[in-house]
Structures are given as C-alpha cells and as structure tokens.
Nanobody, 118 residues
Framework: QVQLVESGGGLVQPGGSLRLSCGPSERIFNIYDLGWYRQAPGKERELVASITMTSDTNYADFVKGRFTISRDSAKNTVYLQMNSLKSEDTAVYYC??????????WGWGQGTQVTVSS
C-alpha cells in the first residue's frame, strides 16, 4: 500500500519558520487532494491545509496567513511552508491523500515532529 513520507520537522523558536515536505513511497494517480494534518499530545488529529490537483487550497483558520501549502505535480510532492510559528503549533505533522472530496484520507506515514519552543 502506498504511504506518504513526511520530512522537514524540527525544533524552532517562536516566530521562526520551517518547511515540511511530503512525497509518496511510489507514484500515485487519480487523487483528489493532498493534505497536511497535525496531532498534538492529547488532542485529535486535525486538518491544517490541503491542496487539490487543480491547486485549489484550503486552510484551517488557525494557520491562515502563516502557512502556505504548495505542490510539485511532477514529483507528486506537497510542501507546507510554516512561518510565524507559535508554541501551539507543536505537534506531529502528517500528510495524506484523498481519492475524492467525500472519502477519508489515506496513506498515513510516520509523521514529522514540529516543536516550537524557546
């Protein structure tokens, strides 16, 4: 089964920036969108941002104006540029694909840890 592999996490100070990358373990076809999700300790996994194959984007209110999602269709890779990071952004970040807008995401990888702390 295809998995998505995340990278780019790390420790950053409040106000800093990180860029996350996500690519599939093998090429995938016929997907509706790719999304970034996060899960903080003791909390449910939540959608951060998503981008469709026609480059329509969707952002959670708590990252609007700070995070930017983009993709490289040739590489089947999606990126998350995170600026003005806050301590509450600390979480494990995952990416996943959806086959249609009505189906559940799939392809969960191991995630990448983002820690925002001084």
């Amino acid at each position: 089964q295809v998995q998505l592999v995340e990278s780019g996490g790390g420790l950053v100070q409040p106000g800093g920036s990180l860029r996350l990358s996500c690519g599939p373990s093998e090429r995938i076809f016929n997907i509706y969108d790719l999304g970034w999700y996060r899960q903080a300790p003791g909390k449910e996994r939540e959608l951060v941002a998503s981008i469709t194959m026609t480059s329509d984007t969707n952002y959670a209110d708590f990252v609007k104006g700070r995070f930017t999602i983009s993709r490289d269709s040739a590489k089947n890779t999606v990126y998350l540029q995170m600026n003005s990071l806050k301590s509450e952004d600390t979480a494990v970040y995952y990416c996943a694909a959806r086959s249609t807008r009505w189906t559940n995401p799939w392809g969960w990888g191991q995630g990448t840890q983002v820690t925002v702390s001084s």
